[in-house]
């Protein structure tokens, strides 16, 4: 596992696109496992090792993940999303040329395969708010900056795709395919929140897969402190 960040309350890791966050009936490999499997080798544990998930992300997304490792730090950093005092940061490529800031507001409706944006009257609509900023044009796509007002399910891929710039390789949205990559070009680049004991706030990035297109890795190793 590629570990950002390790103490007694907390795992902070980068989890690979195409790898599921938890187990599910397929049966798959999941980030969850492995982040106990890790922790129980790191430390000879013997017996079954405490691992909280606290947040998600699909499973064609890559980027920072944060786990709890005590029942007390999961309940104290479930508080913090649900409160939405965890800052959430995401790169994106998205089908065709975005140049200017755009505040995404739209109502959200996950039914069993996908989010739908509906009217805000639609029984069990939810707002979703996010903040899209560019970034640079590669070719016919372009790489954007997503801040996160709100956590819905799909939020980015399902507002991206109602402004017609769907994420590239997410098929599910309206995408072209994106090679066999096993994945799609959402990431999780920053995230910041409070340490659930000591209350300092902490800060997390990881950059894009290096699978992402050149320009993109180029631009941002030379501007490191960019989106600081």
């Known amino acids: 596992m590629e570990i950002l960040y390790l ?21 798959d490999p999941d980030f969850l496992s492995d982040a106990k499997n890790y922790l129980k080798v790191r430390f000879n544990k013997p017996g079954n090792v405490f691992v909280g998930l606290v947040h998600r992300l699909d499973r064609p997304v890559s980027g920072v993940v944060v786990f709890a490792r005590t029942s007390k730090a999961a309940g104290r950093l479930s508080a913090q999303f649900r409160e939405r005092t965890v800052v959430k940061e995401y790169l994106a490529m998205a089908e065709g040329r975005i140049t200017e800031k755009m505040i995404l507001r739209h109502y959200l409706k996950k039914d069993r395969f996908r989010t739908r944006v509906v009217r805000p009257s639609v029984r069990g609509a939810r707002e979703a708010i996010s903040e899209c900023s560019p970034i640079l044009v590669v070719g016919k796509w372009s790489l954007v900056h997503i801040l996160l007002k ?9 507002q991206l795709a109602e402004v ?16 066999e990559t096993g994945g799609m070009a959402l990431h999780c680049w920053r995230m910041s929140l409070l340490h659930p004991v000591t209350k300092q706030r902490m800060q997390w990035v990881s950059p894009p897969p290096r699978l992402w297109p050149r320009e993109v890795n180029d631009f941002l190793s030379s501007r490191p402190n960019y989106l600081s």
């Open 150 to 158: 709100t956590g819905r399910s799909h939020q980015i891929r399902a």
């Open 7 to 27: 103490d007694n309350h907390l795992l902070v890791a980068v989890k690979p696109a195409g790898i599921l966050a938890q187990g599910d009936n397929t049966g």
């Open 164 to 179: 017609k710039h769907p994420v590239v390789g997410d098929t599910r949205y309206g995408a072209a395919s994106w090679g």
